[in-house]
DNA sequence: TCTACATATCGGAATATCTAGATTTGTCAA
DNA sequence: TTGACAAATCTAGATATTCCGATATGTAGA
């Protein structure tokens, strides 16, 4: 748990957009071919879509927010889904509460 | 309450060493001429000179802080002191928990 | 193997942040 | 009212972040 990692990641509004969207996905993010966006999580190209960022960008975004330990990834064939990683995010919330 | 302005203040390493610093001013700043140091809180060059940054980082660092909610400041005379502001932080740290 | 498609990586322009030195402002005491 | 000092503001160069388009990589099916 790196604080300061993770608080960079929280420091872009429109990654804590795509963090907020994945609370309840269906509701933010069009539906995929493939995948239960439930089960499974959410694919890049529908985050895309849904936050309305290029394909570059909703990648790397991902991509920083799991090394933040703030969402988990699972990759299957040609899709990767991500979906919130509550675990990091309590211990987070939880890091703010006792060291701020 | 302003969350992403409070995680924009946080975003820098220096800021979170001062709130830091500010939790036992005595440990971590020179002793200061005038006012109480737990009292009043601590002088801009006392911080600055236990943080060791250049005078007009300092000030802009801390009017940042107390923008964002996480210090008070008093001014008395020429001195200018600052400490945590403990509601803020409490509140700061409700909201990650609670909106994350 | 070839093609199509989902995602990742690269390169770069625009913008923001960091931080210092120089200057200004405000306050006190002589 | 002048001098000294604390703090605030201004200016600017160095570095980091934001975000895109172009290209590369990996996988599945024909």
Same mark, same amino acid.
């Given at each position: 748990?790196?604080?300061?990692?993770?608080? !960079?990641?929280?420091?872009? @509004?429109?990654? %804590?957009?795509?963090?907020?969207?994945? !609370?309840? @996905?269906?509701?933010?993010? @069009?539906?995929?071919?493939?995948?239960?966006?439930?089960?499974?999580?959410?694919?890049?190209?529908?985050?895309?879509?849904?936050?309305?960022?290029?394909?570059?960008?909703?990648?790397?975004?991902?991509?920083?927010?799991?090394?933040?330990?703030?969402? !988990?990834?699972?990759?299957?064939?040609?899709?990767?889904?991500? !979906?919130?990683?509550?675990?990091?995010?309590?211990?987070?919330?939880?890091? %703010?509460?006792?060291?701020?």
């Amino acid at each position: 748990m790196n604080i300061h990692l993770v608080i !960079k990641a929280l420091a872009n @509004p429109t990654r %804590v957009a795509i963090l907020n969207g994945l !609370k309840n @996905p269906a509701a933010h993010f @069009p539906p995929q071919d493939e995948g239960d966006i439930a089960v499974d999580g959410v694919c890049v190209s529908s985050i895309q879509e849904g936050i309305g960022l290029s394909q570059s960008t909703t990648s790397s975004y991902l991509e920083l927010l799991q090394r933040a330990g703030l969402v !988990k990834v699972t990759r299957r064939g040609r899709w990767t889904y991500y !979906k919130r990683d509550e675990d990091g995010i309590s211990q987070f919330a939880e890091a %703010v509460k006792q060291q701020l």
